[in-house]
């Protein structure tokens, strides 16, 4: 079973850059599509990208395309989410999850996910 761990989170300045990672364990994630999710207080949880196994695709919601990037290093079992031009809008808990082949953006479609880390950008 595939653990997920994600680190890089902090408190950052508005219009700054964080860059996330999704360290797995127990298993290779070089067969599994993996994505960010992230959740801000009192809100559900909302997708943020995904990759495909290789990595050689990705998928972003229109709203973040442009300042969120996905890379992946299988050979590390690494999953990153680079971050720029943060605003105060993006604090929230960042997950990664890993999806044995939907290529979805729906939550319940993803098979293992990480505990999250803190984002705060402040103003």
């Known amino acids: 079973q595939v653990q997920l761990v994600e680190s890089g989170g902090g408190l950052v300045q508005a219009g700054g850059s964080l860059r996330l990672t999704c360290t797995a364990s127990?298993?290779?994630?070089?067969?599994?599509?993996m994505g960010w999710f992230r959740q801000a207080p009192g809100k559900e949880r909302e997708f943020v990208g995904r990759i495909t196994y290789r990595g050689g695709s990705t998928y972003y919601p229109p709203s973040l395309k442009g300042r969120f990037t996905i890379s992946r290093d299988n050979d590390k079992n690494l999953v990153y989410l680079q971050m720029n031009s943060l605003k105060p809008e993006d604090t929230a808990v960042y997950y990664c999850a890993a999806d044995k082949g939907h290529w979805s953006s729906r939550l319940n479609d993803y098979d293992y996910w990480g505990q999250g880390t803190q984002v705060t950008v402040s103003s």
């Open positions: 127990g298993g290779t994630i070089q067969y599994y599509h």
